[in-house]
């Protein structure tokens, strides 16, 4: 079955660094997202890694390892509008996209 | 770029009654266009994939003759919830693909309340 595993809340503080982990297992591989959704919103692209390694972008870095099926979003210098749910997504074979439940991202000052 | 429109933002109406979402792609044409739906603290779950002028593609489990879509063209396509009942109050999101890229750009979703 196709599934994707990502920690259900996290907690970090303001300033600093923070990683949220992805697995998952899909049905054919086209490419992995993150979206970033506060709370009463549609959720806005982040970043896409179909290929190996680390794509940096700003504060936001995003990691792809195929051959583990993992994922990370890495945040760096959180500021409390970073406060939303992170989620992941895997794109399958028939280019779907296969979500995540999200990860509640908290930031206290 | 890619800036995905809906409307309405919030409805109420009553049970029985049916209610349509537009979903518009303000700057680009969108060759596919999706619809979600997400209910508090779950993610997102794909209802139907829509290609302009041909029948939309339902996901298991959701009832084509209740959440009727129309893509009528390449920058509108339309939900519409049929008799609507309480169970189906909802955060209702569409998306937007451009061409070959595979990101999804969403629309700013539509709460439903069904009284």
């Known amino acids: 079955g196709q599934n994707i595993d990502q920690p259900t809340e996290m907690t970090a503080t303001e300033g600093a660094i923070v990683q949220i982990n992805c697995t998952y297992q899909?049905?054919?591989?086209?490419?992995l997202f993150w979206y970033q959704q506060h709370a009463g919103e549609a959720p806005t692209f982040l970043s896409y890694?179909?290929l190996d390694g680390l794509e940096e972008k700003g504060r936001f870095s995003s990691f792809l390892s195929r051959s583990k099926g993992y994922s990370y979003l890495l945040l760096k210098e959180l500021q409390m509008k970073d406060s939303a749910s992170y989620l992941c997504?895997?794109?399958?074979?028939?280019?779907?996209?296969?979500w995540g439940a999200g990860t509640k991202l908290i930031i206290k000052p | 770029g890619a800036v995905v429109s809906q409307h309405p933002s919030r409805v109420i109406c009553k049970s029985g009654t049916s209610v349509k979402i537009e979903c518009r792609s303000l700057d680009f044409q969108a060759t596919t266009m999706f619809w979600y739906r997400q209910f508090p603290k779950k993610s997102l779950m794909l209802m139907a994939t829509?290609?302009?002028?041909?029948?939309?593609?339902?996901e298991q489990g959701v009832e084509k003759d209740k959440f009727l879509i129309n893509h009528a063209s390449l920058t509108l396509s339309t939900l519409t919830v049929t008799s609507a009942h309480p169970e189906d109050s909802s955060f209702y999101i569409c998306s937007a693909a451009i061409g070959d890229f595979p990101s999804q750009y969403f629309g700013p979703g539509t709460r439903l309340l069904v009284l």
């Open positions: 899909t049905s054919g591989f086209n490419g």
């Open positions: 997504a895997s794109m399958d074979s028939n280019y779907q996209l296969i």
């Open positions: 829509s290609n302009e002028g041909s029948k939309a593609t339902y």
């Open positions: 890694n179909v």
